[in-house]
Nanobody, 128 residues
């Protein structure tokens, strides 16, 4: 059974940085695609960044140039480095995974229904 556990959220001022981590437990080596999603109050969950097992990444337009997704297979972890944070980045951030590759699919084309495994989320709050 695969379990995903996020950590690293917190409260920061605009312009600050946070690094989110997603620790995975179980058959993570067979997961071809992992991603970060976020959900702000009253809004739908949206894709932020994806990481394919080939190392191919994709980012939402709103975070390009500010966020970086990476993976450490040795530690079975997925990371999201978030710099130059803005108040509109405030949301509950989720880690997601699936067995099929997301190579060639932009994060904008991936939705909640495309991932079978989810973490519980970690809160990010950015104040102005």
């Amino acid at each position: 059974e695969v379990q995903l556990v996020e950590s690293g959220g917190g409260s920061v001022q605009a312009g600050g940085s946070l690094r989110l981590s997603c620790a995975s437990f179980g058959y993570i080596y067979s997961m071809s695609c992992m991603a970060w999603f976020r959900q702000a109050p009253g809004k739908e969950r949206e894709g932020v960044a994806s990481f394919d097992s080939d190392g191919i990444t994709s980012y939402a337009d709103s975070v390009k140039g500010r966020f970086t997704v990476s993976q450490d297979n040795a530690q079975n972890s997925l990371y999201l480095q978030m710099n130059s944070l803005k108040p509109e980045d405030t949301a509950l951030y989720y880690c997601a995974a699936r067995y099929t590759s997301c190579r060639g699919i932009a994060i904008q084309g991936l939705g909640v229904q495309d991932f079978g495994y989810w973490g519980q989320g970690t809160q990010v709050t950015v104040s102005s």
